[in-house]
C-alpha cells in the first residue's frame, strides 16, 4: 500500500471536509430545510466604499441536532419568485471556508457576505439599479432542500451577483 506524502493527506482531508460528504462523517446528520429557518439582514453600519455586509443567520428549529458547514450554496430570488443572478465566493480565499457547526434545538448559525449594491460590475447598466433587487435568499441545505430567508431590506447584488461569503459559525 502506497503512503500519501503528507501535503497530498491534506488535499485529500480538505476535499472531504469541503465537501461535506455523509459518508466521511458517519455520525453527522447536516441540517435540512424542514429544520432550519432564515434571514439575511444588513448588518448595521456595515456599508461604506461601494459595499456592505448582510448575515445569513440560520436556526435549526426542530428537536434533532444537525449540523451545517462550509459557505451557504445560496440563489437571489426576486420580488416575484424569479431567480436573479448569483455568484458565491470565499471573502478571503486561503483561509478556512469550512467548519462543522453542529447545532442543537433552537441554535444558531451565521455567515456574513459581503457584496455592492450599488457599484455595477462589468457588463452591468451604469444607470439605475445594477441588478434587480433580491426579496429572497434561496439557502440549498447541506441536508437536502431549500431554506428560503427573507432579504431585510431588499437589495441590489452588483457584479452579476457576487456574494464574497465567510463560513458559517455558531451564534453565541
Given at each position: 500500500m502506497r503512503r500519501l506524502a503528507p501535503p497530498a493527506l491534506l488535499l485529500v482531508a480538505a476535499a472531504v471536509t469541503l465537501g461535506g460528504s455523509a459518508q466521511a462523517h458517519d455520525s453527522v446528520t447536516y441540517c435540512n430545510s424542514m429544520q432550519l429557518a432564515g434571514k439575511f439582514t444588513v448588518v448595521r453600519g456595515s456599508a461604506g466604499a461601494g459595499n456592505i455586509v448582510y448575515a445569513l443567520t440560520v436556526q435549526n428549529r426542530s428537536p434533532q441536532a444537525c449540523t451545517v458547514t462550509g459557505l451557504p450554496q445560496v440563489t437571489l430570488v426576486g420580488r416575484h419568485g424569479k431567480?436573479?443572478?448569483?455568484?458565491?465566493?470565499?471573502a478571503a480565499p486561503n483561509q478556512l471556508t469550512a467548519a462543522l457547526?453542529?447545532?442543537?434545538?433552537?441554535?444558531?448559525?451565521?455567515?456574513?457576505?459581503r457584496f455592492s449594491p450599488d457599484v455595477p460590475g462589468k457588463g452591468e447598466q451604469h444607470r439605475g439599479?445594477?441588478?434587480?433587487?433580491?426579496?429572497?435568499?434561496?439557502?440549498?441545505?447541506?441536508?437536502?432542500?431549500?431554506?428560503?430567508?427573507p432579504v431585510q431590506p431588499p437589495t441590489s447584488v452588483?457584479?452579476?451577483?457576487?456574494?464574497?461569503?465567510?463560513?458559517?459559525?455558531?451564534v453565541r
Open positions: 431567480s436573479l443572478p448569483t455568484h458565491v465566493v470565499a457547526i453542529t447545532l442543537p434545538h433552537g441554535a444558531s448559525a451565521r455567515a456574513t457576505a439599479a445594477c441588478e434587480p433587487k433580491a426579496y429572497r435568499l434561496a439557502v440549498n441545505d447541506p441536508g437536502g432542500g431549500v431554506t428560503v430567508a452588483c457584479e452579476h451577483g457576487q456574494l464574497q461569503f465567510k463560513a458559517y459559525s455558531r
